[in-house]
């Protein structure tokens, strides 16, 4: 079975200060990861995919196999980076996506 | 967290037939109500949002004539796919939005349904 858990359902930071928001996994397989975002009143959109290694909005995320994490950085926050967060996992097969619960990152001015 | 009920989780039809998908949200109620589309190996792709009581909103590309959304309950929302044909087999998510409490902008996801035409 495929588990995702993000182990906080709110972070709240001030502006500027660094952000991680954590995401583990539990897939037997090769894992694919993601990390969606929902602004208020938005739709689920992706934020990144780990097998692009790159950066969006400033945010990066490195998977960690020995850790089986996923947890998502950005150095600086800004107040427009509120938001929900989902990580989620891709089975090998591509057809089951699993999400974590989100978490909703706060950034206070 | 809330849990959000999609029925059938897998369906097989043929050609030309057509499939309705449910999502029930549960335990709470559901003002907004997200269709995703999911390839193989690829995120998720929204199709369609849902409002209680008034039309769906379709992002680009997708047939809302092929789609049909009804959302006329705040707990039930569902995807009609008409005409089916084997290019629409593919992975059908839904996600419901709660009404109130702290968080009340969070989503919360169906198990997805597997549709197969064959």
């Known amino acids: 079975a495929q588990r995702v858990t993000q182990p906080e359902k709110l972070l709240s930071v001030f502006k500027g200060a660094p952000v991680e928001l954590k995401c583990n996994y539990s897939?037997?397989?090769?894992?694919?990861l993601f990390w969606y975002v929902q602004y208020s009143r938005q739709r689920l959109q992706l934020l990144l995919r780990?097998?692009s290694r790159e950066s969006i909005k400033g945010f990066t995320a490195d998977l960690n196999k020995g850790e089986t994490s996923f947890h998502l950085k950005k150095p600086f926050a800004q107040e427009e980076d509120s938001a929900m967060y989902y990580c989620?996992?891709?089975?090998?097969?591509?057809?089951?996506?699993?999400f974590g619960g989100g978490t909703r990152l706060m950034v206070k001015p | 967290g809330a849990v959000v009920s999609q029925h059938p989780s897998r369906v097989i039809c043929k050609s030309g037939t057509s499939v309705k998908i449910e999502c029930r949200s549960l335990?709470?109620?559901?003002?907004?109500m997200f269709w995703y589309r999911q390839f193989p190996k690829q995120s998720l792709m929204l199709m369609a949002t849902?409002?209680?009581?008034?039309?769906?909103?379709?992002e680009q590309g997708v047939e809302k004539d092929k789609f049909l959304i009804n959302h006329a309950s705040l707990t039930l929302s569902t995807l009609t796919v008409t005409s089916a044909h084997p290019e629409d087999s593919s992975f059908y998510i839904c996600?419901?939005?709660?009404?109130?409490?702290?968080?009340?902008?969070?989503?919360?996801f169906g198990q997805g349904t597997r549709l197969t035409v064959v």
């Open positions: 996600s419901a939005r709660d009404l109130g409490g702290l968080g009340s902008t969070e989503a919360f």
């Open positions: 897939y037997s397989g090769s894992p694919e």
């Open positions: 780990h097998i």
């Open positions: 989620a996992l891709s089975n090998n097969a591509g057809n089951m996506l699993t």
């Open positions: 335990d709470f109620q559901a003002t907004t």
């Open positions: 849902s409002n209680e009581g008034s039309k769906a909103t379709y």
